[in-house]
């Protein structure tokens, strides 16, 4: 792997000259053309009648032949990839630079096409209500449509639970400017915030994602303090506008259930996600269980840093004192190498996207905080965002984000509409691509303080996804229940948040976070509520299928790579079942999960030993 690796994306070679280029024009153009005539089209079909045989459609009345239908639903998938081509685009635009005006704009559009798509598939839904079984089973038996039978089959089960398709063809277009306009204004805040640390004598300005690497990673203790103490400063000062967003977000989405007739709050996120409320009880029931050991990891690390008080900002701090930082041209040679180890296929495409530049790792003002990866269907290729900063954290959230390159590389040969698979299963090749590197470097060191330092690297995700997510999920549960009855205010955010953050941490820390609720994006996403337990999902799922990869030796790999494929097609614990063999629905799984997971926790404490607690708290 070349040692001149960049750290900046292309995205020219997808639509040269950006949002403002002829390309990328021409193409919005298009898919709204398309659109348009589509739409005239299904206005002189009678979509709302039921579809069969005994009579002929046609404007003015009639029955919607299958074959007709067909067509509609063909022509549909095929203008909402190219508009899944168009929206990726404008996310990596506005990702790069938050305060580009044009990409925003371009944003807007392709959001605005996307409700256009929506309402046509909201015209769809209506045929599908109205068929009878046999019209619905010769629909589902034409050419190109038995292809994506489970997918339309879903979306027909979803309008059944749903308001009539015009009214959720309304909510869609209304929520263009309002409910999603909400998400795109904590983008606007958030990219605008800026922290000024001191280094040295000199004063740098820092945008939130380059603090929160600080105030998390830092060797120095003092430092990340410091950077915390600003950071929550940062978020207190637009702490009122944030709750505005989250409550503006929370009432739409409420209302929507209300009038969908949904009462419970997680019918839409385990809708999303194609599972049973027995799988996620079961699932928060182990990871609660294993929550006493990781915070029993907490108080060690504490110990060996010296300090008695643990705080939120020393959970993820650096331990070791062996190289633990590399280069990204270094973090890229590593990853495709442990990559080939389990599958040659996943190193191939890890190495087609480093020498591609499919990734944005440069550390910059202006840049969104977080990381993705995103597909481009038509291109057939990914884009990975992140900020890269040499850290063991860094190298983590690369392999992480290249593992969903891989997963989107496994189902780009289908058809599109078999392409959406949910969150849950969306975190599987991810997290799994994140541990074989973790472990890669564990196992190939034989320095005793390189080898804590990965070991602590392994024990703080546990942390992550045992603690800091299940105290997000139980927050953003809390806030729906308490939203139901209005407003919450900037201090019970941050109550609701801190009561979450004690009880998932098993009160080991001594200063927390209640401002996660204004830092973390994933609350202000509109495309889906929730965006929190189906990483931990994906976590303990990894932790078994990569377990199932070492029983299975070579096979695994032709057989992991059809259970990729098939995450578009089934629901998660049908999924589990037919490749793993296991019922998601019960404790058994999960539990050997958590142990495996916690094996890191484990050796941990088994190098570290008993220590002396600090009494300063200065600590390194």
Not at 109 to 114: F, P, T, W, Y
């Amino acid at each position: 792997m070349s040692s001149t690796l960049s750290l900046v994306w292309d995205l020219e070679s997808i639509f040269p000259g950006g949002v403002d280029g002829p390309a990328f024009q021409a193409a919005l153009a298009e898919v709204e053309n398309l659109t348009s005539e589509l739409a005239r089209e299904i206005e002189g079909l009678s979509l709302g009648q039921s579809a069969g045989r005994e009579k002929e459609g046609g404007a003015g009345g009639g029955a919607l032949l299958p074959e007709s239908l067909a067509e509609v639903v063909l022509k549909l998938q095929e203008i909402q990839k190219r508009g899944h081509e168009l929206g990726a685009f404008t996310s990596c635009a506005t990702a790069q630079d938050v305060a580009d005006e044009s990409a925003q704009a371009a944003r807007a559009k392709a959001q605005d096409l996307g409700a256009r798509v929506e309402a046509l598939w909201s015209r769809v839904d209506e045929a599908f209500l109205a068929m009878e079984e046999p019209a619905w089973e010769e629909f589902l038996s034409q050419p190109g449509v038995r292809e994506i039978a489970f997918a339309l089959w879903e979306r027909r089960e979803l309008a059944r639970k749903a308001m009539p398709p015009r009214q959720e063809a309304l909510a869609s277009d209304l929520a263009v400017d309002g409910f999603h306009a909400w998400g795109e204004m904590y983008h606007r805040i958030a990219g605008k915030l800026r922290i000024e640390v001191e280094r040295d004598g000199e004063v740098r300005s820092l945008s939130v994602a380059q603090a929160q690497n600080e105030m998390l990673y830092h060797p120095e203790r003092d430092i990340r303090r410091d950077v915390f103490a600003k950071y929550e400063a940062a978020w207190a000062g637009a702490a009122d506008l944030l709750a505005a967003c989250l409550n503006h977000i929370g009432g739409f989405r409420l209302a929507l259930y209300r009038h969908r007739g949904w009462e419970e709050i997680l019918t839409e996120p385990l809708t999303h996600n194609r599972m049973r409320r027995e799988t996620l009880e079961a699932m928060w029931e182990a990871a609660s269980q294993g929550a006493e050991q990781a915070a029993a990891f907490i108080q060690r690390k504490a110990s060996v840093l010296g300090i008695s008080d643990p705080a939120y900002y020393d959970v993820d701090a650096p331990l070791g004192k062996a190289k633990s930082s590399l280069s990204f041209a270094e973090a890229a040679e590593l990853i495709v190498d442990t990559f080939h180890t389990l599958s040659p296929e996943m190193a191939r495409l890890a190495h087609k996207a480093f020498a591609g530049r499919w990734i944005e790792a440069e550390d910059r003002p202006g840049k969104r905080a977080g990381g993705f990866c995103t597909s481009f269907p038509v291109k057939g290729e990914s884009r990975i965002f992140m900020t890269y900063d040499q850290s063991l954290g860094s190298v983590a959230t690369l392999a992480h984000e290249l593992g969903h390159a891989f997963h989107h590389a496994m189902v780009s040969k289908l058809p599109y509409l078999m392409t959406g698979y949910p969150m849950s299963l969306a975190e599987t090749a991810s997290t799994l691509a994140e541990k074989i590197v973790t472990d890669a470097r564990k196992k190939a060191t034989a320095d005793p303080e390189e080898r804590l330092a990965i070991v602590n690297e392994g024990a703080r995700r546990a942390v992550t996804f045992l603690m800091n997510i299940r105290a997000r999920f139980e927050f953003e549960r809390a806030f729906y229940q308490e939203r139901r009855h209005g407003h919450l205010s900037p201090a019970r955010l941050s109550e609701l948040m801190l009561e979450a953050q004690k009880e998932a941490y098993r009160g080991a820390l001594s200063v927390y976070h209640p401002l996660l609720w204004a830092s973390k994006l994933h609350f202000y996403l509109t495309s889906v509520p929730f965006y929190n337990f189906p990483y931990t999902f994906g976590y303990l799922f990894s932790h078994g299928v990569l377990e199932w990869a070492k029983a299975e030796g070579k096979s695994f790999e032709e057989r992991y790579m059809g259970l990729l494929r098939d995450t578009g097609s089934m629901p998660v614990e049908e999924l589990a079942k037919r490749h793993l063999g296991v019922d998601l629905s019960k404790p058994e799984f999960w539990r050997r999960a958590v142990a495996l997971a916690l094996e890191d926790v484990e050796e941990f404490l088994a190098l570290t030993g008993p220590q002396e607690t600090g009494s300063s708290g200065a600590g390194a």
